[in-house]
Nanobody, 126 residues
Framework: QVRLVESGGGSVQAGGSLRLSCAIS????????MGWFRQAPGKEREAVAV???????MNAASVKGRFVISRDNAKNTLYLQMNALKAEDTAMYYC????????????????????WGQGTQVTVSS
C-alpha cells in the first residue's frame, strides 16, 4: 500500500526554521518526481518545491532562497528545510509523488501528482 507520511510541522516564530520529513513506502519512488505542496485556509493548494530523480530542484518564487527540498533515497525520506519563515508560510504542508513520470522532467502542477500524504501543519507567528 502506498504511504506518504509527513512529520515535523509545528508552531514557530517568524524568522525561525523547521525541517519537514515525509516517510515513503509502498512504491518505487527513487525515479519519481517528488514535491512539497501547501494549502492555507481559503486558498488553492500550491506547489512549494519539486525535486526530480537526479536531485534537480525547482522552487516557487515565494520560497526561493528560503526553502530547500531534498530526497534521501536510501532512507526513503523526502525533506523540506524551511528557513526564514514568514507568517505567510502558515499552511498545511503535503508531500506528493508523480510515480509514473517516464522522463526526467518534473512539473509543479498539483494535478500531476497522484500520491499524497495526510499533511502536517506549519504555523508561523509574527
Amino acid at each position: 500500500q502506498v504511504r506518504l507520511v509527513e512529520s515535523g510541522g509545528g508552531s514557530v516564530q517568524a524568522g525561525g526554521s523547521l525541517r519537514l520529513s515525509c516517510a515513503i513506502s509502498g512504491f518505487s519512488w527513487t525515479r519519481s518526481c517528488m514535491g512539497w505542496f501547501r494549502q492555507a485556509p481559503g486558498k488553492e493548494r500550491e506547489a512549494v518545491a519539486v525535486v526530480d530523480r537526479d536531485g534537480i530542484r525547482m522552487n516557487a518564487a515565494s520560497v526561493k532562497g528560503r526553502f530547500v527540498i531534498s530526497r534521501d533515497n536510501a532512507k526513503n525520506t523526502l525533506y523540506l528545510q524551511m528557513n526564514a519563515l514568514k507568517a505567510e508560510d502558515t499552511a498545511m504542508y503535503y508531500c506528493a509523488a508523480d510515480p509514473h513520470r517516464l522522463g526526467s522532467i518534473c512539473y509543479m502542477a498539483v494535478s500531476v501528482y497522484t500520491y499524497w500524504g495526510q499533511g502536517t501543519q506549519v504555523t508561523v507567528s509574527s
